[in-house]
């Protein structure tokens, strides 16, 4: 698997349309280095867990949520919000349990 350094280069240096030979010049070293720090900070920014005090995911939407049973805090499932109601992906089962934190797949 490759790290997020490697895919954020390959990233920049598609996005910029510049060769590795050319991203050794100091002008495009800069501006590969931009575009690498605003890639990791839009994935990191991704995989963060939102609170679901602070906001609500889309109605009808897979993401995964977490419950909120400290014994299982690092157990994700993939649930979807129905009016103002959790549900198992797989069915239309009500979660058995209330998450605190959701986050987009």
Request: glycine share 2%; net charge negative.
């Amino acid at each position: 698997m490759k790290t997020i350094e490697q895919v954020a280069l390959e990233y920049a240096l598609k996005d910029l349309k510049i060769s590795e030979e050319q991203a050794k010049h100091w002008k495009h070293k800069l501006i590969i280095d931009v575009t690498i720090r605003d890639f990791k900070a839009g994935f990191e920014f991704a995989q963060q867990w939102i609170n679901v005090n602070d906001e609500l995911p889309e109605e009808n939407v897979y993401v995964l949520v977490m419950q909120d049973d400290s014994d299982y805090t690092d157990i994700a499932y993939l649930a979807y919000l129905e009016d103002g109601e959790w549900y198992y992906s797989n069915s239309d089962l009500q979660l058995s349990f209330n998450p605190t934190h959701w986050r987009n797949i």
